[in-house]
Protein backbone atom coordinates (compact mmCIF):
# COMPACT_ATOMS: atom_id res chain seq x y z
CA UNK A 1 0.00 0.00 0.00
CA UNK A 2 0.74 3.37 -1.15
CA UNK A 3 -0.45 6.15 1.40
CA UNK A 4 -0.10 9.64 -0.39
CA UNK A 5 -0.85 13.02 1.28
CA UNK A 6 -2.39 16.34 -0.06
CA UNK A 7 -4.91 18.77 0.39
CA UNK A 8 -8.53 17.92 0.84
CA UNK A 9 -10.90 20.33 -0.51
CA UNK A 10 -14.15 18.61 -0.30
CA UNK A 11 -14.83 15.95 2.71
CA UNK A 12 -16.18 12.57 1.45
CA UNK A 13 -14.72 8.99 0.42
CA UNK A 14 -14.01 7.42 -2.74
CA UNK A 15 -13.32 3.59 -3.78
CA UNK A 16 -12.39 2.77 -7.27
CA UNK A 17 -9.40 2.92 -9.68
CA UNK A 18 -7.66 5.84 -10.65
CA UNK A 19 -7.49 7.10 -14.02
CA UNK A 20 -5.20 9.41 -15.39
CA UNK A 21 -6.52 12.23 -17.55
CA UNK A 22 -5.58 11.85 -21.26
CA UNK A 23 -4.96 14.81 -23.25
CA UNK A 24 -4.42 14.99 -26.40
CA UNK A 25 -1.35 15.57 -27.34
CA UNK A 26 -0.78 18.79 -29.86
CA UNK A 27 2.80 19.28 -31.08
CA UNK A 28 3.82 22.71 -31.73
CA UNK A 29 6.16 22.78 -34.97
CA UNK A 30 7.89 26.13 -35.85
CA UNK A 31 8.15 27.00 -39.71
CA UNK A 32 8.79 29.58 -41.63
CA UNK A 33 5.99 31.25 -43.60
CA UNK A 34 5.49 33.80 -46.48
CA UNK A 35 1.53 34.53 -46.49
CA UNK A 36 1.44 36.82 -43.03
CA UNK A 37 -1.67 37.61 -43.98
CA UNK A 38 -2.84 34.09 -44.62
CA UNK A 39 -1.41 33.08 -40.80
CA UNK A 40 -3.04 36.09 -39.02
CA UNK A 41 -6.75 35.01 -40.82
CA UNK A 42 -6.26 31.75 -39.43
CA UNK A 43 -5.08 33.20 -36.02
CA UNK A 44 -8.66 35.30 -36.58
CA UNK A 45 -11.01 31.73 -37.62
CA UNK A 46 -9.48 30.02 -34.62
CA UNK A 47 -10.41 32.83 -32.49
CA UNK A 48 -13.68 32.90 -33.50
CA UNK A 49 -14.51 29.13 -33.19
CA UNK A 50 -13.04 29.48 -29.75
CA UNK A 51 -15.65 31.99 -28.60
CA UNK A 52 -17.94 29.54 -30.48
CA UNK A 53 -17.02 26.80 -27.61
CA UNK A 54 -16.55 28.47 -24.80
CA UNK A 55 -19.92 29.67 -25.03
CA UNK A 56 -21.02 26.56 -25.33
CA UNK A 57 -19.03 25.75 -22.22
CA UNK A 58 -20.44 28.19 -20.27
CA UNK A 59 -24.36 27.16 -21.12
CA UNK A 60 -23.83 23.46 -19.85
CA UNK A 61 -21.44 25.17 -17.16
CA UNK A 62 -24.33 27.00 -15.83
CA UNK A 63 -26.60 23.93 -15.69
CA UNK A 64 -23.97 21.62 -14.30
CA UNK A 65 -23.10 24.17 -11.88
CA UNK A 66 -24.18 27.20 -11.52
CA UNK A 67 -23.88 30.76 -13.07
CA UNK A 68 -20.99 31.75 -10.50
CA UNK A 69 -19.02 29.10 -11.28
CA UNK A 70 -19.19 29.30 -14.87
CA UNK A 71 -18.06 32.86 -15.20
CA UNK A 72 -14.67 31.52 -16.01
CA UNK A 73 -15.95 31.10 -19.56
CA UNK A 74 -16.68 34.66 -19.83
CA UNK A 75 -13.36 35.22 -18.64
CA UNK A 76 -11.46 32.83 -21.24
CA UNK A 77 -13.33 34.78 -23.54
CA UNK A 78 -12.12 37.86 -22.19
CA UNK A 79 -9.05 36.91 -22.39
CA UNK A 80 -9.06 35.71 -25.96
CA UNK A 81 -10.42 38.97 -26.83
CA UNK A 82 -7.72 40.66 -24.74
CA UNK A 83 -5.52 43.23 -27.51
CA UNK A 84 -2.16 42.72 -25.66
CA UNK A 85 -3.01 38.98 -26.36
CA UNK A 86 -3.93 39.50 -29.51
CA UNK A 87 -1.07 41.68 -30.59
CA UNK A 88 1.53 39.14 -29.02
CA UNK A 89 0.55 36.62 -31.08
CA UNK A 90 -0.02 38.87 -34.42
CA UNK A 91 3.84 40.53 -33.45
CA UNK A 92 5.36 37.26 -33.35
CA UNK A 93 3.89 36.07 -36.88
CA UNK A 94 4.92 39.28 -38.53
CA UNK A 95 8.50 39.69 -37.34
CA UNK A 96 9.41 36.04 -36.89
CA UNK A 97 7.60 34.98 -40.21
CA UNK A 98 6.38 31.75 -38.64
CA UNK A 99 3.20 29.68 -38.20
CA UNK A 100 0.08 30.63 -36.24
CA UNK A 101 0.20 27.66 -34.26
CA UNK A 102 3.76 28.70 -32.50
CA UNK A 103 2.71 32.30 -32.01
CA UNK A 104 0.11 31.32 -30.33
CA UNK A 105 1.60 28.64 -28.62
CA UNK A 106 4.53 30.57 -27.39
CA UNK A 107 2.14 33.40 -26.52
CA UNK A 108 0.66 31.37 -24.22
CA UNK A 109 3.73 30.20 -22.39
CA UNK A 110 4.92 33.54 -21.94
CA UNK A 111 1.75 35.32 -20.82
CA UNK A 112 1.45 32.01 -18.35
CA UNK A 113 4.93 32.55 -17.06
CA UNK A 114 4.22 35.96 -16.25
CA UNK A 115 1.15 35.51 -14.37
CA UNK A 116 3.05 32.52 -11.87
CA UNK A 117 5.81 35.01 -10.98
CA UNK A 118 3.35 37.51 -9.56
CA UNK A 119 2.98 37.53 -5.66
CA UNK A 120 -0.84 38.06 -6.15
CA UNK A 121 -2.54 35.19 -5.42
CA UNK A 122 -5.19 35.46 -7.83
CA UNK A 123 -3.10 36.45 -10.80
CA UNK A 124 -1.23 33.22 -9.79
CA UNK A 125 -4.30 31.20 -10.86
CA UNK A 126 -4.64 33.26 -14.40
CA UNK A 127 -1.55 31.37 -14.97
CA UNK A 128 -3.44 28.14 -15.45
CA UNK A 129 -6.34 30.01 -17.51
CA UNK A 130 -4.10 31.63 -19.94
CA UNK A 131 -2.86 28.62 -20.73
CA UNK A 132 -6.09 26.75 -20.95
CA UNK A 133 -7.27 29.46 -23.75
CA UNK A 134 -3.77 29.30 -25.65
CA UNK A 135 -4.22 25.43 -25.77
CA UNK A 136 -7.92 25.84 -26.87
CA UNK A 137 -7.11 27.61 -30.01
CA UNK A 138 -3.38 25.13 -30.86
CA UNK A 139 -5.65 22.40 -30.73
CA UNK A 140 -8.32 24.11 -33.48
CA UNK A 141 -5.33 25.74 -35.43
CA UNK A 142 -4.04 21.78 -35.53
CA UNK A 143 -7.34 20.24 -35.64
CA UNK A 144 -6.35 17.96 -32.57
CA UNK A 145 -9.17 15.94 -30.63
CA UNK A 146 -10.91 16.63 -27.01
CA UNK A 147 -8.68 14.88 -23.52
CA UNK A 148 -10.75 12.11 -22.03
CA UNK A 149 -11.05 9.94 -19.26
CA UNK A 150 -10.92 6.65 -21.07
CA UNK A 151 -13.19 4.33 -18.89
CA UNK A 152 -16.39 2.31 -18.80
CA UNK A 153 -17.03 2.79 -15.21
CA UNK A 154 -16.71 5.31 -12.51
CA UNK A 155 -13.41 6.38 -11.68
CA UNK A 156 -11.28 8.77 -9.38
CA UNK A 157 -9.88 11.22 -11.86
CA UNK A 158 -5.97 11.80 -11.80
CA UNK A 159 -3.72 14.20 -13.36
CA UNK A 160 -1.18 17.19 -12.59
CA UNK A 161 -4.04 19.88 -12.62
CA UNK A 162 -7.39 19.94 -14.53
CA UNK A 163 -8.25 23.41 -16.32
CA UNK A 164 -11.75 24.64 -16.35
CA UNK A 165 -12.69 23.63 -19.85
CA UNK A 166 -11.56 19.86 -18.99
CA UNK A 167 -13.52 19.76 -15.71
CA UNK A 168 -16.47 20.90 -17.32
CA UNK A 169 -16.42 18.36 -20.44
CA UNK A 170 -15.58 15.80 -17.97
CA UNK A 171 -18.48 13.45 -17.79
CA UNK A 172 -19.45 13.57 -14.16
CA UNK A 173 -21.15 10.15 -13.53
CA UNK A 174 -18.11 8.32 -14.26
CA UNK A 175 -15.78 10.80 -11.59
CA UNK A 176 -15.50 9.66 -8.15
CA UNK A 177 -13.28 11.86 -7.25
CA UNK A 178 -10.73 14.61 -8.52
CA UNK A 179 -6.40 14.02 -7.44
CA UNK A 180 -4.39 16.28 -8.64
CA UNK A 181 -0.22 16.66 -8.17
CA UNK A 182 -0.41 20.65 -8.22
CA UNK A 183 -3.82 23.14 -7.63
CA UNK A 184 -4.59 24.95 -4.44
CA UNK A 185 -8.06 25.20 -2.06
CA UNK A 186 -9.36 27.79 -4.51
CA UNK A 187 -8.10 26.22 -8.18
CA UNK A 188 -11.42 25.59 -10.51
CA UNK A 189 -11.17 21.47 -9.94
CA UNK A 190 -11.33 22.36 -5.83
CA UNK A 191 -14.38 24.40 -6.47
CA UNK A 192 -16.03 22.05 -8.96
CA UNK A 193 -15.41 19.46 -6.14
CA UNK A 194 -17.37 21.24 -3.78
CA UNK A 195 -20.43 22.25 -5.85
CA UNK A 196 -20.52 18.82 -6.74
CA UNK A 197 -20.53 17.26 -3.88
CA UNK A 198 -17.05 15.03 -4.86
CA UNK A 199 -13.96 13.94 -2.97
CA UNK A 200 -11.08 15.68 -3.82
CA UNK A 201 -7.54 16.11 -2.91
CA UNK A 202 -5.10 18.74 -4.65
CA UNK A 203 -1.46 19.42 -4.58
CA UNK A 204 -0.40 15.85 -3.53
CA UNK A 205 3.25 16.90 -5.45
CA UNK A 206 5.13 14.38 -7.72
CA UNK A 207 4.41 11.33 -5.77
CA UNK A 208 1.48 10.72 -7.66
CA UNK A 209 2.34 9.03 -10.91
CA UNK A 210 1.25 8.26 -13.88
CA UNK A 211 2.50 4.46 -12.59
CA UNK A 212 -0.88 4.53 -10.31
CA UNK A 213 -3.19 4.52 -13.51
CA UNK A 214 -5.70 1.54 -13.41
CA UNK A 215 -5.00 0.98 -9.80
CA UNK A 216 -7.35 0.23 -6.91
CA UNK A 217 -7.32 3.71 -4.06
CA UNK A 218 -9.06 5.49 -1.93
CA UNK A 219 -9.18 9.15 -1.38
CA UNK A 220 -10.11 10.48 2.14
CA UNK A 221 -11.32 13.93 0.84
CA UNK A 222 -11.95 14.72 5.43
CA UNK A 223 -7.74 14.10 5.60
CA UNK A 224 -6.66 15.12 1.68
CA UNK A 225 -5.06 11.17 1.93
CA UNK A 226 -4.99 8.98 -1.05
CA UNK A 227 -4.33 5.07 -0.58
CA UNK A 228 -2.72 3.07 -3.60
CA UNK A 229 -3.31 -0.33 -3.52
CA UNK A 230 -4.88 -0.72 -0.07
CA UNK A 231 -4.35 -3.59 2.66
CA UNK A 232 -7.48 -5.30 3.22
CA UNK A 233 -8.12 -3.47 6.84
CA UNK A 234 -7.74 -0.12 5.25
CA UNK A 235 -9.97 -1.25 2.44
CA UNK A 236 -12.16 -1.83 5.49
CA UNK A 237 -11.82 0.72 7.82
CA UNK A 238 -11.99 3.24 4.85
CA UNK A 239 -15.87 1.55 3.01
CA UNK A 240 -16.85 1.59 6.38
CA UNK A 241 -16.20 5.39 6.79
CA UNK A 242 -17.55 6.32 2.91
CA UNK A 243 -20.78 4.37 3.67
CA UNK A 244 -21.23 6.34 7.17
CA UNK A 245 -20.82 9.63 5.43
CA UNK A 246 -23.21 8.71 2.20
CA UNK A 247 -25.86 7.73 4.73
CA UNK A 248 -25.40 11.12 6.59
CA UNK A 249 -25.37 13.21 3.53
CA UNK A 250 -28.70 11.26 2.45
CA UNK A 251 -30.35 12.01 5.34
CA UNK A 252 -28.91 15.79 5.47
CA UNK A 253 -30.10 16.09 1.66
CA UNK A 254 -33.93 15.58 2.53
CA UNK A 255 -33.50 18.79 4.34
CA UNK A 256 -33.15 20.79 1.33
CA UNK A 257 -36.35 22.80 0.64
CA UNK A 258 -37.55 21.94 4.24
CA UNK A 259 -38.06 25.37 7.03
CA UNK A 260 -35.69 26.16 9.75
CA UNK A 261 -37.73 25.77 12.37
CA UNK A 262 -38.01 24.18 15.77
CA UNK A 263 -40.04 22.03 16.98
CA UNK A 264 -42.10 24.59 18.82
CA UNK A 265 -42.11 26.78 15.62
CA UNK A 266 -39.75 29.28 16.38
CA UNK A 267 -38.33 30.42 12.47
CA UNK A 268 -34.73 31.31 12.37
CA UNK A 269 -32.69 32.87 8.96
CA UNK A 270 -30.20 30.14 7.89
CA UNK A 271 -27.79 31.43 5.90
CA UNK A 272 -24.00 31.35 4.28
CA UNK A 273 -20.96 33.39 4.77
CA UNK A 274 -19.21 33.21 1.60
CA UNK A 275 -15.96 35.04 -0.09
CA UNK A 276 -16.32 35.61 -3.53
CA UNK A 277 -19.18 34.78 -6.74
CA UNK A 278 -18.62 31.46 -6.95
CA UNK A 279 -19.33 30.90 -3.85
CA UNK A 280 -22.79 31.65 -4.47
CA UNK A 281 -23.26 28.78 -6.37
CA UNK A 282 -22.06 26.44 -2.72
CA UNK A 283 -24.36 28.61 -0.85
CA UNK A 284 -27.81 27.80 -2.92
CA UNK A 285 -26.30 24.08 -3.70
CA UNK A 286 -26.67 23.63 0.22
CA UNK A 287 -29.86 25.41 0.47
CA UNK A 288 -28.80 28.71 2.31
CA UNK A 289 -32.35 30.78 2.77
CA UNK A 290 -29.49 33.62 1.67
CA UNK A 291 -26.20 35.43 2.47
CA UNK A 292 -25.36 36.34 5.79
CA UNK A 293 -21.93 38.22 5.16
CA UNK A 294 -20.04 38.37 1.80
CA UNK A 295 -16.75 39.30 2.91
CA UNK A 296 -16.20 42.15 -0.25
CA UNK A 297 -12.61 42.44 1.07
CA UNK A 298 -11.93 39.80 -1.76
CA UNK A 299 -12.50 42.35 -4.61
CA UNK A 300 -9.31 44.49 -3.09
CA UNK A 301 -7.35 41.45 -2.24
CA UNK A 302 -7.35 40.09 -5.56
CA UNK A 303 -6.53 43.23 -7.15
CA UNK A 304 -3.26 44.93 -7.68
CA UNK A 305 -4.70 48.24 -7.65
CA UNK A 306 -8.25 49.64 -6.10
CA UNK A 307 -10.55 47.87 -7.84
CA UNK A 308 -13.20 50.27 -10.18
CA UNK A 309 -16.78 51.51 -8.83
CA UNK A 310 -17.94 49.22 -12.11
CA UNK A 311 -15.82 46.01 -11.39
CA UNK A 312 -17.35 46.12 -7.79
CA UNK A 313 -20.98 46.62 -9.43
CA UNK A 314 -20.31 43.99 -12.06
CA UNK A 315 -19.48 41.21 -8.41
CA UNK A 316 -22.57 42.61 -6.01
CA UNK A 317 -24.86 42.87 -8.77
CA UNK A 318 -23.96 39.16 -9.82
CA UNK A 319 -24.22 37.66 -6.38
CA UNK A 320 -27.53 39.75 -5.51
CA UNK A 321 -29.31 38.24 -9.62
CA UNK A 322 -28.07 34.80 -8.32
CA UNK A 323 -29.37 34.94 -5.02
CA UNK A 324 -32.84 35.09 -6.78
CA UNK A 325 -34.60 37.98 -4.32
CA UNK A 326 -32.61 36.21 -1.35
CA UNK A 327 -30.92 38.78 1.42
CA UNK A 328 -27.43 39.27 0.45
CA UNK A 329 -25.73 41.20 3.55
CA UNK A 330 -22.37 42.67 1.76
CA UNK A 331 -19.95 43.37 4.31
CA UNK A 332 -18.07 46.64 3.54
CA UNK A 333 -14.22 46.78 3.34
CA UNK A 334 -12.62 45.05 6.60
CA UNK A 335 -8.61 45.05 5.89
CA UNK A 336 -5.82 45.66 8.10
CA UNK A 337 -4.99 43.44 10.89
CA UNK A 338 -4.48 39.96 9.60
CA UNK A 339 -5.01 40.86 5.98
CA UNK A 340 -2.69 43.42 4.41
CA UNK A 341 -2.83 44.54 0.73
CA UNK A 342 0.04 46.40 -0.82
CA UNK A 343 -1.09 49.26 -3.06
CA UNK A 344 -3.44 50.36 0.13
CA UNK A 345 0.45 51.05 1.87
CA UNK A 346 -0.58 50.41 5.52
CA UNK A 347 1.67 51.65 7.91
CA UNK A 348 3.78 48.66 9.91
CA UNK A 349 1.85 48.56 13.49
CA UNK A 350 3.09 47.10 16.10
CA UNK A 351 0.18 45.83 17.31
CA UNK A 352 -2.21 45.18 13.75
CA UNK A 353 -5.42 43.15 15.71
CA UNK A 354 -5.87 46.79 17.58
CA UNK A 355 -4.58 48.86 14.79
CA UNK A 356 -5.54 50.99 11.67
CA UNK A 357 -8.32 48.38 9.94
CA UNK A 358 -11.93 47.72 8.75
CA UNK A 359 -14.30 50.98 9.13
CA UNK A 360 -11.28 52.77 10.27
CA UNK A 361 -9.78 52.96 7.07
CA UNK A 362 -12.74 53.77 5.34
CA UNK A 363 -13.55 56.53 7.55
CA UNK A 364 -10.27 57.97 6.64
CA UNK A 365 -10.30 57.31 3.09
CA UNK A 366 -13.21 58.45 2.16
CA UNK A 367 -12.63 58.25 -2.14
CA UNK A 368 -11.78 54.19 -1.16
CA UNK A 369 -15.56 54.37 1.16
CA UNK A 370 -17.80 56.34 -1.52
CA UNK A 371 -16.53 54.44 -4.69
CA UNK A 372 -17.52 50.82 -2.71
CA UNK A 373 -21.10 52.41 -1.34
CA UNK A 374 -21.44 53.68 -4.87
CA UNK A 375 -21.18 50.17 -6.29
CA UNK A 376 -23.26 48.97 -3.58
CA UNK A 377 -26.05 50.97 -4.11
CA UNK A 378 -26.19 50.60 -7.22
CA UNK A 379 -26.20 46.76 -7.55
CA UNK A 380 -29.18 46.89 -4.65
CA UNK A 381 -31.49 48.08 -8.01
CA UNK A 382 -30.76 43.80 -9.19
CA UNK A 383 -31.74 41.64 -5.62
CA UNK A 384 -31.99 42.18 -1.81
CA UNK A 385 -28.95 44.18 -0.67
CA UNK A 386 -28.23 44.74 2.73
CA UNK A 387 -24.88 47.05 3.40
CA UNK A 388 -23.49 45.90 6.92
CA UNK A 389 -20.25 47.64 8.56
CA UNK A 390 -17.58 46.11 10.91
CA UNK A 391 -15.47 47.02 13.40
CA UNK A 392 -17.87 49.32 15.14
CA UNK A 393 -17.18 51.31 18.82
CA UNK A 394 -19.32 54.25 19.09
CA UNK A 395 -22.08 55.59 18.06
CA UNK A 396 -20.02 59.05 16.26
CA UNK A 397 -19.12 56.24 13.68
CA UNK A 398 -21.93 55.13 12.89
CA UNK A 399 -23.69 58.77 12.51
CA UNK A 400 -20.69 59.61 10.01
CA UNK A 401 -21.25 56.36 8.15
CA UNK A 402 -25.14 57.32 7.26
CA UNK A 403 -24.19 60.64 6.73
CA UNK A 404 -21.43 59.69 4.09
CA UNK A 405 -24.45 56.95 2.98
CA UNK A 406 -26.80 59.54 2.45
CA UNK A 407 -24.37 61.80 0.69
CA UNK A 408 -24.48 58.84 -1.81
CA UNK A 409 -27.81 58.27 -2.42
CA UNK A 410 -27.95 61.60 -3.24
CA UNK A 411 -25.36 61.91 -5.62
CA UNK A 412 -26.98 58.84 -7.09
CA UNK A 413 -30.86 60.49 -7.21
CA UNK A 414 -29.04 63.93 -9.36
CA UNK A 415 -27.50 61.04 -11.88
CA UNK A 416 -31.20 59.85 -11.90
CA UNK A 417 -29.00 56.40 -10.69
CA UNK A 418 -31.83 53.65 -9.58
CA UNK A 419 -31.10 52.12 -6.35
CA UNK A 420 -32.91 50.58 -3.38
CA UNK A 421 -33.89 53.76 -1.25
CA UNK A 422 -35.19 51.56 1.64
CA UNK A 423 -31.73 49.28 1.87
CA UNK A 424 -31.39 47.70 5.19
CA UNK A 425 -28.26 49.01 6.97
CA UNK A 426 -26.50 46.78 10.00
CA UNK A 427 -23.03 46.99 11.98
CA UNK A 428 -21.04 44.34 13.22
CA UNK A 429 -21.08 43.45 17.36
CA UNK A 430 -17.13 42.60 17.51
CA UNK A 431 -15.80 44.86 20.36
CA UNK A 432 -16.73 44.75 23.97
CA UNK A 433 -17.25 48.56 23.15
CA UNK A 434 -20.22 47.73 21.02
CA UNK A 435 -21.74 45.00 22.70
CA UNK A 436 -21.78 47.73 25.65
CA UNK A 437 -23.56 50.53 23.65
CA UNK A 438 -25.68 48.16 21.37
CA UNK A 439 -28.59 49.84 23.62
CA UNK A 440 -27.55 53.36 21.63
CA UNK A 441 -26.33 52.01 18.66
CA UNK A 442 -29.48 50.01 17.91
CA UNK A 443 -31.50 52.78 17.31
CA UNK A 444 -29.52 53.55 14.35
CA UNK A 445 -29.36 50.86 12.46
CA UNK A 446 -31.28 47.72 11.53
CA UNK A 447 -30.00 44.77 12.21
CA UNK A 448 -27.32 43.65 14.39
CA UNK A 449 -24.69 40.53 13.13
CA UNK A 450 -22.35 39.14 15.85
CA UNK A 451 -18.51 38.36 14.92
CA UNK A 452 -17.37 35.83 17.73
CA UNK A 453 -13.93 35.58 16.35
CA UNK A 454 -12.85 39.11 16.97
CA UNK A 455 -15.37 39.47 19.97
CA UNK A 456 -13.80 36.62 21.76
CA UNK A 457 -10.15 38.26 20.77
CA UNK A 458 -11.15 41.45 21.86
CA UNK A 459 -12.83 40.27 25.13
CA UNK A 460 -10.72 37.33 26.38
CA UNK A 461 -7.30 39.60 24.92
CA UNK A 462 -6.29 36.82 23.10
CA UNK A 463 -4.47 36.62 19.75
CA UNK A 464 -6.37 33.86 18.20
CA UNK A 465 -3.80 33.38 15.60
CA UNK A 466 -1.11 32.77 18.18
CA UNK A 467 -1.41 28.87 18.81
CA UNK A 468 1.08 29.23 22.09
CA UNK A 469 -2.90 30.31 23.37
CA UNK A 470 -4.63 27.86 22.33
CA UNK A 471 -4.89 26.44 25.68
CA UNK A 472 -6.27 30.04 27.20
CA UNK A 473 -8.62 30.21 24.32
CA UNK A 474 -12.01 29.45 25.20
CA UNK A 475 -14.77 30.25 22.49
CA UNK A 476 -17.17 29.26 24.98
CA UNK A 477 -16.45 31.73 27.86
CA UNK A 478 -18.84 32.82 30.00
CA UNK A 479 -18.02 36.28 29.30
CA UNK A 480 -18.60 35.82 25.22
CA UNK A 481 -22.27 34.32 26.32
CA UNK A 482 -22.79 37.37 28.69
CA UNK A 483 -22.05 39.29 25.32
CA UNK A 484 -24.45 37.75 23.26
CA UNK A 485 -27.50 37.89 25.40
CA UNK A 486 -26.59 41.65 26.56
CA UNK A 487 -26.74 42.50 22.48
CA UNK A 488 -29.64 40.31 21.74
CA UNK A 489 -31.36 42.35 24.50
CA UNK A 490 -30.87 45.50 23.22
CA UNK A 491 -31.52 44.61 19.75
CA UNK A 492 -35.10 43.56 20.41
CA UNK A 493 -35.53 45.75 22.61
CA UNK A 494 -34.94 48.28 20.30
CA UNK A 495 -37.29 46.30 17.15
CA UNK A 496 -33.85 45.21 15.23
CA UNK A 497 -33.24 41.80 14.42
CA UNK A 498 -29.60 39.96 15.25
CA UNK A 499 -27.81 37.48 13.98
CA UNK A 500 -24.46 35.86 14.08
CA UNK A 501 -21.45 35.45 11.09
CA UNK A 502 -18.58 34.43 13.12
CA UNK A 503 -17.48 30.60 13.71
CA UNK A 504 -19.63 30.17 16.37
CA UNK A 505 -22.77 30.47 14.53
CA UNK A 506 -21.71 27.10 13.31
CA UNK A 507 -21.01 25.37 16.63
CA UNK A 508 -23.47 22.40 16.84
CA UNK A 509 -22.77 22.75 20.64
CA UNK A 510 -23.72 26.50 21.36
CA UNK A 511 -27.13 26.00 19.20
CA UNK A 512 -29.57 25.36 21.71
CA UNK A 513 -28.10 28.36 23.78
CA UNK A 514 -28.21 30.43 20.90
CA UNK A 515 -32.06 29.62 19.89
CA UNK A 516 -32.76 30.00 23.85
CA UNK A 517 -32.00 33.69 24.08
CA UNK A 518 -33.35 35.14 20.76
CA UNK A 519 -30.81 34.83 18.37
CA UNK A 520 -33.07 35.44 14.77
CA UNK A 521 -30.43 34.30 11.94
CA UNK A 522 -27.22 32.38 11.71
CA UNK A 523 -24.95 32.45 9.03
CA UNK A 524 -22.04 29.76 8.42
CA UNK A 525 -19.89 28.18 5.75
CA UNK A 526 -22.25 26.55 2.96
CA UNK A 527 -21.37 23.13 3.81
CA UNK A 528 -22.59 23.65 7.53
CA UNK A 529 -26.21 24.76 6.61
CA UNK A 530 -27.95 21.37 6.21
CA UNK A 531 -26.26 20.05 9.90
CA UNK A 532 -27.10 23.26 11.49
CA UNK A 533 -30.82 22.99 9.95
CA UNK A 534 -31.26 19.21 11.59
CA UNK A 535 -30.09 20.49 14.52
CA UNK A 536 -32.52 23.41 14.97
CA UNK A 537 -35.62 21.44 13.46
CA UNK A 538 -34.42 18.77 16.27
CA UNK A 539 -34.63 21.21 18.94
CA UNK A 540 -37.96 22.41 21.07
CA UNK A 541 -36.86 26.31 22.63
CA UNK A 542 -40.01 26.16 24.98
CA UNK A 543 -38.42 22.93 26.74
CA UNK A 544 -34.75 24.55 27.12
Known amino acids: MVTLKGKGVFGGVAIGKISFYQRAESTIKRYHVDDIDAELKRVEDAKEKALEELKGLYDRAVAEVGEANALIF ?12 QESIANIIKTQNVNAEYAVGTTGDNFSQMFAA ?51 QLDKSKVLAFVTQFGSVNSHTAIIARTLNIPAIVDIGADLKEEYNHKLAIVDGFTGTLYVEPDEETLSVMTRKRDEDLAKKALLQELKGKETVTLDGRKVN ?87 RAIRICLTRYDVFKTQLRALLRASAFGKISIMFPMIISLEEVREIKGILEEVKAELREAKVPFDENIETGIMIETP ?60 DNGIWIGICGELGADLELTETFLKMGIDELSVSPAMILPLRKKIRETDVSKL
Open 270 to 356: LYANIGNVADAGIALQNDAGGIGLFRSEFLYLENTDYPSEDQQFLVYKTVAENMAGKKVIIRTLDIGADKQIGYFDLPKEENPALGY
Open 74 to 85: EVHQMMLEDLDY
Open 118 to 168: MDDEYFKERAADVKDVSERLVRILTSAADGEVVSDEPVIVASDDLVPSETV
Open 433 to 492: AAVMISDLLAKEVDFFSVGTNDLTQYTLAIDRQNPKLDKFYNAHHTAIIRMLEIATKNAH
